[in-house]
């Protein structure tokens, strides 16, 4: 369905195709990830003689300290699956795509959907990964890396949903930070409140998006066109002074950016700090990253907001923008609410979410409020929020402008801006070199063996072999024999029967006699 989903308007996007193109991009990593979760559900089989998890972790609680290297196995399999379907390292190129999408689509992927189904699975699994140490600290490091890899590309684009997209990848690295370090309840905790406060800026992106979108309509019938013949209405550089022209979607989307960076007292906070207290208690490394891609979340949501909403508008579809109906700006009102009052799930001291997942996993519990963490981690995001304040707010950008930060950073920002050209590798790595042995595959094997030698010269030869042998022996031995033998046949017997039909009336006379003496003889002595 999510695939379907992405490439649905399948004739828009590059050449014609973009769109399903980036269906199919979904489809191919995923069925990557998808082959580690087969193998490790076959060796669970194999092992535990079930899939019921009661029965795996009754299997594991046995035999859990003789069998670490099948579970270590068990487990690196499942990541493997994990980083398909949420999005991480090195897995996490179809998420970005995905936008291509309608923008509910895109909010429901990103938010509640098929991300959230590898966070869950590695948490629910939680026995397995407690037995493999290893593999459950390579979680953590896959989660923290692919958190700041993520957010430094969101950093450098200026497509409005791929921003957002790269943050979603971002997030869920903090997921799976959290699930790897054993902190369980922070990582669902963390997953439900970024479902709120994602769905709410994709939507109010898409807000956007329909009202730069309405604003170009409105000026390609006016006197001055101001826009190029291509126009992006999700490029924020053609955006600007949105804040008095869309009042509403600006207040939300304010609120989720606020949540996402994890200002207090907004849902972010609560959950993203304490994934935050419990890696800074577990893994050093870990929470060092994710202190980082914490800093440039808040920097990005910064520079995001200070882009679309304020300043000068960098087109004439900007200036002419119009805010939605109530039919779109309720739905974004209702998830700003959630997105201030999720926090409430998990509070510091009433620990609700703790307690109705201690149902579900074993070692469900909750970390303390953590205020030197909290606090600095509200620190680091008041100075990312003044540091893009400073380069994009303080003098806000005017059409045709430089990025500031493509002078102070320089080749860096470049590899931002270009995501660090991870698809080019892997068209390198492997793209291309599949598609060269299927060229090969389709030239050599298929047309030059298969086509030309044994079809061509085996099966056309015997197939002129059989059917010269067919002409000549069985045809006209067999068939042609069969025809003129029925035929001899059919000549002789005229030719015998004819003998009994003599002309002579006397003879007809005779048999009839003869006929009627055999015919009374049976009746009497019969």
Same mark, same amino acid.
């Not at 669902?188 to 956007?208: E, M």
């Not at 790595?429 to 030698?453: E, K, N, T």
């Given at each position: 369905?999510?695939?379907?989903?992405?490439?649905?308007?399948?004739?828009?996007?590059?050449?014609?195709?973009?769109?399903?193109?980036?269906?199919?991009?979904?489809?191919?990593?995923?069925?990557?990830?998808?082959?580690?979760?087969?193998?490790?559900?076959?060796?669970?089989?194999?092992?535990?003689?079930?899939?019921?998890?009661?029965?795996?972790?009754?299997?594991?609680?046995?035999?859990?300290?003789?069998?670490?290297?099948?579970?270590?196995?068990?487990?690196?399999?499942?990541?493997?699956?994990?980083?398909?379907?949420?999005?991480?390292?090195?897995?996490?190129?179809?998420?970005?795509?995905?936008?291509?999408?309608?923008?509910?689509?895109?909010?429901?992927?990103?938010?509640?959907?098929?991300?959230?189904?590898?966070?869950?699975?590695?948490? %629910?699994?939680?026995?397995?990964?407690?037995?493999?140490?290893?593999?459950?600290?390579?979680?953590?490091?896959?989660?923290?890396?692919?958190?700041?890899?993520?957010?430094?590309?969101?950093?450098?684009?200026?497509?409005?949903? %791929?921003?957002?997209?790269?943050?979603?990848?971002?997030?869920?690295?903090?997921?799976?930070?959290?699930?790897?370090?054993?902190?369980?309840?922070?990582?669902?905790?963390?997953?439900?409140?970024?479902?709120?406060?994602?769905?709410?800026?994709?939507?109010?992106?898409?807000?956007?998006?329909?009202?730069?979108?309405?604003?170009?309509?409105?000026?390609?019938?006016?006197?001055?066109?101001?826009?190029?013949?291509?126009?992006?209405?999700?490029?924020?550089?053609?955006?600007?002074?949105?804040?008095?022209?869309?009042?509403?979607?600006?207040?939300?989307?304010?609120?989720?950016?606020?949540?996402?960076?994890?200002?207090?007292?907004?849902?972010?906070?609560?959950?993203?700090?304490?994934?935050?207290?419990?890696?800074?208690?577990?893994?050093?490394?870990?929470?060092?990253?994710?202190?980082?891609?914490?800093?440039?979340?808040?920097?990005?949501?910064?520079?995001?907001?200070?882009?679309?909403?304020?300043?000068?508008?960098?087109?004439?579809?900007?200036?002419?923008?119009?805010?939605?109906?109530?039919?779109?700006?309720?739905?974004?009102?209702?998830?700003?609410?959630?997105?201030?009052?999720?926090?409430?799930?998990?509070?510091?001291?009433?620990?609700?979410?703790?307690?109705?997942?201690?149902?579900?996993?074993?070692?469900?519990?909750?970390?303390?409020?953590?205020?030197?963490?909290?606090?600095?981690?509200?620190?680091?995001?008041?100075?990312?929020?003044?540091?893009?304040?400073?380069?994009?707010? %303080?003098?806000?950008?005017?059409?045709?402008?430089?990025?500031?930060?493509?002078?102070?950073?320089?080749?860096?920002?470049?590899?931002?801006?270009?995501?660090?050209?991870?698809?080019?590798?892997?068209?390198?790595?492997?793209?291309?070199?599949?598609?060269?042995?299927?060229?090969?595959?389709?030239?050599?094997?298929?047309?030059?063996?298969?086509?030309?030698?044994?079809?061509?010269?085996?099966?056309?030869?015997?197939?002129?072999?059989?059917?010269?042998?067919?002409?000549?022996?069985?045809?006209?031995?067999?068939?042609?024999?069969?025809?003129?033998?029925?035929?001899?046949?059919?000549?002789?017997?005229?030719?015998?029967?004819?003998?009994?039909?003599?002309?002579?009336?006397?003879?007809?006379?005779?048999?009839?006699?003869?006929?009627?003496?055999?015919?009374?003889?049976?009746?009497?002595?019969?």
């Amino acid at each position: 369905c999510s695939y379907l989903l992405i490439g649905f308007w399948y004739e828009k996007g590059k050449d014609g195709i973009g769109n399903a193109v980036a269906g199919k991009k979904a489809f191919v990593t995923n069925r990557i990830g998808d082959f580690g979760f087969l193998i490790a559900m076959f060796l669970i089989f194999g092992m535990a003689g079930s899939l019921q998890f009661d029965e795996v972790f009754h299997w594991v609680e046995q035999h859990g300290m003789t069998q670490v290297g099948v579970i270590s196995a068990i487990t690196l399999f499942m990541l493997l699956g994990a980083t398909g379907k949420s999005a991480q390292l090195p897995l996490f190129v179809w998420l970005p795509d995905a936008m291509a999408g309608p923008t509910p689509v895109s909010a429901l992927i990103h938010a509640a959907t098929m991300v959230t189904a590898g966070i869950y699975m590695i948490a %629910r699994s939680a026995p397995l990964f407690e037995v493999a140490e290893t593999t459950a600290n390579l979680v953590a490091v896959v989660g923290a890396a692919t958190a700041l890899f993520a957010a430094t590309i969101a950093v450098g684009q200026y497509d409005i949903k %791929r921003v957002l997209a790269y943050s979603t990848i971002s997030q869920l690295g903090f997921m799976m930070a959290a699930v790897g370090l054993g902190a369980y309840v922070a990582g669902i905790f963390h997953l439900v409140t970024h479902a709120f406060f994602k769905a709410l800026l994709f939507l109010s992106s898409g807000s956007v998006i329909q009202g730069v979108e309405h604003g170009h309509h409105h000026a390609a019938h006016g006197e001055t066109h101001g826009d190029e013949a291509h126009f992006d209405q999700q490029d924020m550089r053609n955006m600007g002074g949105l804040r008095s022209r869309m009042k509403i979607t600006y207040w939300v989307y304010l609120i989720g950016s606020l949540a996402l960076a994890g200002l207090p007292p907004l849902a972010g906070f609560f959950s993203k700090d304490e994934i935050l207290a419990d890696a800074s208690m577990e893994n050093m490394l870990v929470y060092g990253l994710l202190a980082v891609a914490a800093f440039l979340t808040a920097f990005y949501m910064g520079r995001q907001i200070l882009m679309v909403f304020f300043g000068e508008p960098r087109s004439e579809a900007a200036a002419h923008a119009v805010e939605n109906p109530p039919v779109m700006t309720i739905p974004l009102m209702i998830l700003a609410g959630l997105s201030v009052l999720g926090g409430a799930l998990n509070l510091p001291g009433y620990h609700a979410l703790t307690d109705w997942l201690g149902h579900t996993f074993q070692h469900a519990h909750a970390t303390e409020f953590n205020f030197q963490v909290a606090g600095l981690s509200v620190l680091l995001a008041l100075l990312a929020i003044t540091l893009s304040y400073v380069l994009y707010g %303080r003098k806000p950008l005017v059409k045709g402008q430089s990025d500031p930060l493509r002078k102070i950073l320089g080749p860096i920002f470049v590899g931002m801006e270009n995501k660090w050209w991870v698809d080019e590798l892997y068209a390198l790595l492997f793209i291309r070199p599949y598609i060269f042995l299927a060229g090969f595959l389709a030239d050599v094997i298929d047309w030059r063996f298969w086509h030309d030698w044994f079809h061509d010269k085996v099966l056309g030869a015997a197939y002129r072999n059989g059917s010269r042998w067919l002409a000549q022996a069985f045809d006209l031995r067999v068939i042609d024999g069969a025809a003129n033998g029925l035929a001899t046949l059919t000549k002789g017997a005229a030719t015998r029967l004819s003998v009994l039909q003599s002309g002579y009336v006397r003879n007809y006379a005779l048999a009839i006699v003869v006929g009627g003496v055999l015919v009374i003889s049976y009746f009497i002595f019969g």
